[in-house]
């Protein structure tokens, strides 16, 4: 008979950072790539924000995969539906792990963006972290929805909430989007959108 099994392991996760975490830094964000993506290609698209008061790190799901056949580009997805719960716990693990590894400036103020399948990523992450979030940002992606309601002791009820999404995304309609704010109402977002796809786009950012 076939059995299901599991033994924790040790695992080296990759990172990637822009800019210098000093005693000076003034904000510090956590950003969480989407599905298929790569730390390294989605952190570029946060150069526009670098400046010497800002520290980025960009965390790399733990699996990786040949976007087309047997070589060439990689990406990586947070988890898949198969042993799904353990690969939730590994990435809540993995995230509060590489949290604790900086000695963040209490007075800077530490903002966490998930983008596409990273928000569901991120907010799973926020909802049980004891680490200090100051903003959250589900960026064209949807809040996991197996936290919701929100328990009163969630992280998300203490953080300030955005919800952004570009006005022709492919993936989040706004038919969906509406949907999707419903179901949201108990997260308080402030809502942005502008002109464009399911991408990040730094001005929008940048007004924050």
Not at 192 to 201: C, P
Request: proline letters at 3%; one cysteine or more.
């Amino acid at each position: 008979m076939i059995a299901e099994n599991h033994i924790s392991i040790n695992k080296t996760a990759r990172y990637y950072t822009l800019g210098q975490l000093t005693e000076n830094t003034k904000n510090v964000w956590l950003v969480i790539h989407g599905f298929g993506q790569n730390a390294a290609g989605f952190l570029n698209a946060f150069m526009p924000l670098a400046n010497a008061d800002s520290f980025f790190v960009a965390p790399e799901a733990l699996n990786r995969y040949y976007l087309n056949g047997y070589a060439g580009k990689v990406g990586a997805t947070w988890m898949t539906k198969e042993d799904r719960l353990n690969e939730i716990k590994d990435y809540i693990n993995y995230l509060d792990t590489l949290y604790k590894s900086f000695a963040i400036p209490k007075a800077a103020k530490v903002t966490a963006l998930g983008f596409s399948q990273g928000a569901s990523t991120l907010t799973r992450w926020l909802n049980t972290t004891a680490c200090h979030i100051d903003r959250a940002i589900v960026y064209a992606g949807e809040v996991a929805p197996d936290i919701l309601p929100l328990a009163e002791t969630s992280g998300l009820k203490r953080t300030k909430n955005y919800f952004i999404c570009g006005t022709a995304d492919e993936i989040f309609t706004p038919e969906t989007v509406s949907k999707m704010k419903e179901n949201y109402a108990a997260l308080n977002f402030t809502e942005l959108s502008f002109d464009g796809r399911h991408e990040i786009n730094p001005a929008v950012l940048n007004n924050l």
